[in-house]
Nanobody, 124 residues
Framework: QVQLLESGGGVVQVGGSLGLSCAAS????????MGWFRQSPGKERELVAA????????YYAGSVKGRFTISRDNAKNTVYLQMDSLKPEDTAVYYC?????????????????WGQGTQVTVSS
């Protein structure tokens, strides 16, 4: 059974930083693209960042480009999202997802497995 467990969420002040981790079990992530999505109240879930199987290709939403960094450690079966210069609009539940191929996808249906999510709150 594949499980993704996010950690690292919490409350941070505007301009602060948080680092999220997503530890996978039940399957190696080494041959799959991975993504981080987020959803805030009243809004649709959106792709924030994604990375292909070996880290050579990455995607960032325009709203986070230059502030967020996605990375992966296949040996640790873990994906990371470093979030800097946080803004109130970054407040959301952040979800980790495992793709269905070596590359990343913009679409939710391009991901087979999802974590339960971790809350990130940016306070002003």
């Amino acid at each position: 059974q594949v499980q993704l467990l996010e950690s690292g969420g919490g409350v941070v002040q505007v301009g602060g930083s948080l680092g999220l981790s997503c530890a996978a079990s039940g399957r190696s992530i080494s041959t799959y693209g991975m993504g981080w999505f987020r959803q805030s109240p009243g809004k649709e879930r959106e792709l924030v960042a994604a990375i292909n199987w070996n880290g050579s290709g990455r995607y960032y939403a325009g709203s986070v480009k230059g502030r967020f960094t996605i990375s992966r450690d296949n040996a640790k079966n873990t994906v990371y999202l470093q979030m800097d210069s946080l803004k109130p609009e970054d407040t959301a539940v952040y979800y980790c997802a495992m793709g269905d191929s070596t590359s990343w996808s913009r679409r939710e249906n391009g991901y087979d497995y999802w974590g339960q999510g971790t809350q990130v709150t940016v306070s002003s």
